[in-house]
Nanobody, 123 residues
Framework: QVQLVESGGGLVQTGGSLRLSCVVSGRAFNMYDMAWFRQAPGKEREFVSNIRWSGNERDYTDSVKGRFTISRDNAKNTVYLQMNNLKPEDTAVYYC????????????????WGQGTQVTVSS
């Protein structure tokens, strides 16, 4: 059984930084494409970033390009999201997701989800 546990969220001022971590238990982490999504109150869950199982391909939504960096350490079964120059509009619950197929920007493509970690950016 695959389980995902996020950590690293918190309260930060505009312009600050946070690093989210997602530890994946279970086998074959290095075969999963991984992603981060976020959901603000009253809004749908939206794609933030993903990374292929090899770590060689990454994708970002336009609003975070140049500010967020996704990475993974297959030896530690962990995927990271480094978030710099945070803005109030980044405030949301951030979810880690995994798929054994090919990762895309779509929520329905991912089969395993974490419980989420809250990120709050104050102005």
């Amino acid at each position: 059984q695959v389980q995902l546990v996020e950590s690293g969220g918190g309260l930060v001022q505009t312009g600050g930084s946070l690093r989210l971590s997602c530890v994946v238990s279970g086998r074959a982490f290095n075969m999963y494409d991984m992603a981060w999504f976020r959901q603000a109150p009253g809004k749908e869950r939206e794609f933030v970033s993903n990374i292929r199982w090899s770590g060689n391909e990454r994708d970002y939504t336009d609003s975070v390009k140049g500010r967020f960096t996704i990475s993974r350490d297959n030896a530690k079964n962990t995927v990271y999201l480094q978030m710099n120059n945070l803005k109030p509009e980044d405030t949301a619950v951030y979810y880690c997701a995994a798929t054994g197929g090919s990762g895309t920007r779509f929520v329905t493509n991912y089969t395993h989800w974490g419980q989420g970690t809250q990120v709050t950016v104050s102005s």
